[in-house]
């Protein structure tokens, strides 16, 4: 089992930046999969980005060239690098782990991004 402890969320303009951190508890942090989602009121959870055990990403057509996701499993930590903020990304965003694409994921808490001026 992995806990899950989301961090960075905030309030930014349109075309600011925020680097969110997902720090996860307990051991073998670099046999899962990683990701990022994201839901806004009254819509369906989005899955925004992923990176596997080997270092793939893959990202949502909505954040391609804006967002990176990377990891450090060193540190236990995946990050969420948001860039060109639009109004359209405010929502709540959740960090997720799973050993494989048919394991249910474990979810952390979720952190709150919101993009106005």
């Known amino acids: 089992q992995v806990q899950l402890v989301e961090s960075g969320g905030g309030l930014v303009q349109p075309g600011g930046s925020l680097r969110l951190s997902c720090a996860a508890s307990?051991?073998?942090?670099?046999?899962?999969?990683m990701g990022w989602s994201r839901q806004a009121p009254g819509k369906p959870r989005e899955l925004v980005a992923t990176?596997?055990?080997?270092?793939?990403?893959n990202y949502a057509d909505s954040v391609k060239g804006r967002f990176t996701i990377s990891r450090d499993n060193t540190k236990n930590t995946v990050f969420l690098q948001m860039d060109s903020l639009k109004p359209e990304d405010t929502a709540v965003y959740y960090c997720?782990?799973?050993?494989?694409?048919?394991?249910?994921?474990?979810w952390g808490q979720g952190t709150q991004v919101t993009v106005s001026s």
């Open positions: 997720s782990a799973r050993r494989n694409w048919v394991q249910a994921p474990y």
């Open positions: 307990g051991s073998s942090f670099s046999m899962y999969l």
């Open positions: 990176i596997t055990q080997s270092d793939n990403t």
